[in-house]
């Protein structure tokens, strides 16, 4: 395997991974404000779509959102109506997330519009390269430290 003589950030996978993802999240980012969210309260509105009313855990897990990072998400989500939270009534140390009304009528328009974004990304790769791409980043792990 050649060596990298790359200098400076640009050598390091990091860098070149939060490039590409900043990127990414600017080119969603317009979009998705003309409806009051933001990208990764898209995640939330996406998952809460496809299972409105989940424990606050599981709603973490099924982002991949630390707990004190998606409170802050939902305390925002919950000052702009799109979401509420409710005590479990089977488990009183448990809350559960439901889209509210206004979010469940302007959830398929947003979601079409992020599988318009999504479908414009991946056109840009030929769809041999597009699913080693994706191999590649399900395939990426970090080993721990």
Do not use: H, W
Request: charged share 30%.
């Amino acid at each position: 395997m050649p060596e990298d003589t790359t200098k400076g950030p640009q050598r390091y996978i990091c860098f070149q991974l939060a490039r590409v993802m900043r990127k990414v999240q600017k080119y969603y980012e317009g979009p998705l404000a003309s409806y009051g969210i933001t990208p990764v309260q898209f995640y939330v509105l996406n998952a809460l779509s496809i299972t409105d009313g989940m424990k606050f855990k599981e709603l973490a897990k099924s982002v991949e959102i630390d707990g004190s990072t998606l409170t802050g998400i939902l305390d925002r989500m919950e000052r702009s109506g799109f979401i509420e939270r409710r005590d479990d009534p089977e488990d009183r140390r448990s809350l559960l997330v439901f889209l509210t009304a206004r979010a469940r009528e302007m959830g398929p328009v947003v979601i079409s519009l992020a599988e318009r974004l999504d479908r414009q990304i991946r056109s840009q790769f030929p769809p041999e390269e597009l699913a080693i791409f994706l191999r590649v980043l399900d395939g990426l792990s970090v080993p721990s430290v």
